[in-house]
């Protein structure tokens, strides 16, 4: 298995543009998570999917965030404008909630810095 | 509220002492718990988890954990530490009912030293 796949693994982009970041969830799972990680505020939960419909988004910071999920393979997280409070890093993570795993399975992250 | 405390900020280690990285929860219900490790620039790596049955669980890289409902903890131990298990710990809690959503705690600095 693969396990999730982010892409970016960098960017780098200067405030007002927007940023696009990607995940592809391990095959199977039916659970997507999208967290944010700073030093200053640690690990955050932005928004989670379960089917691809969108389940919570009350961490979604303010409206310049958007999240998608269009099918079970693919999820993306726009930030538009971007600003250099944004700056940090962006992990997606899978579970399955038809089994009896319980865990989530997390990417490698994008690092985002916003000039 | 379902909560995740790790009271401690960092711990040091000597390698080859044995390790200790607290985690206490509270919940409603039966707890289900976990423990993540983060090395430097990675995801976290799921390590192992509590969901029922034996109260001590063991899991990836030599570590395990101790449930215990009493003190509502989940303490993370390894009998003894190594240097290259350096790195940031998290402790996290299962919301019921929510999709396999976790609260985690704010996270534990491990260092071990030579």
């Known amino acids: 298995d693969a396990g999730v796949i982010q892409s970016p693994r960098h960017e780098v982009t200067e405030m007002g543009q927007e940023v696009t970041l990607r995940c592809k969830p391990i095959?199977?799972?039916?659970?997507l998570f999208w967290y944010r990680q700073t030093m200053m505020r640690g690990l955050e939960l932005l928004i989670y999917?379960?089917?691809?419909?969108?389940?919570?988004d009350s961490g979604m910071p303010e409206d310049r965030f958007s999240a998608k999920m269009p099918n079970a393979s693919f999820s993306t997280l726009k930030i538009q404008p971007s600003e250099p409070r944004d700056s940090a890093v962006y992990f997606c993570?899978?579970?399955?909630?038809?089994?009896?795993?319980?865990?989530?399975?997390f990417g490698p992250g994008t690092r985002l810095t916003v000039t | 509220a379902q909560s995740v405390a790790q009271p401690e900020d960092q711990v040091n280690v000597a390698e080859g002492n044995p390790l200790t990285v607290k985690c206490t929860y509270s919940?409603?219900?039966?707890?289900?718990l976990f423990w993540y490790v983060q090395y430097p620039n990675r995801g976290l790596q799921f390590l192992l988890k509590?969901?029922?049955?034996?109260?001590l669980v063991k899991g990836s890289y030599g570590f395990e954990a101790e449930f215990n409902k009493s003190q509502t903890s989940f303490h993370l131990k390894k009998p003894s530490a190594l240097v290259s298990d350096s790195a940031l710990y998290f402790c996290?809690?299962?919301?019921?009912?929510?999709?396999?959503?976790?609260?985690f705690g704010a996270g534990t600095r491990l260092a071990v030293h030579p």
């Open positions: 095959s199977g799972h039916n659970s």
């Open positions: 996290a809690v299962r919301v019921s009912g929510g999709y396999n959503k976790l609260i």
């Open positions: 509590y969901i029922t049955g034996d109260n």
């Open positions: 919940v409603s219900g039966n707890p289900y």
């Open positions: 993570a899978s579970s399955s909630s038809g089994g009896a795993t319980w865990e989530q399975y």
């Open positions: 999917f379960n089917n691809n419909v969108p389940i919570d």
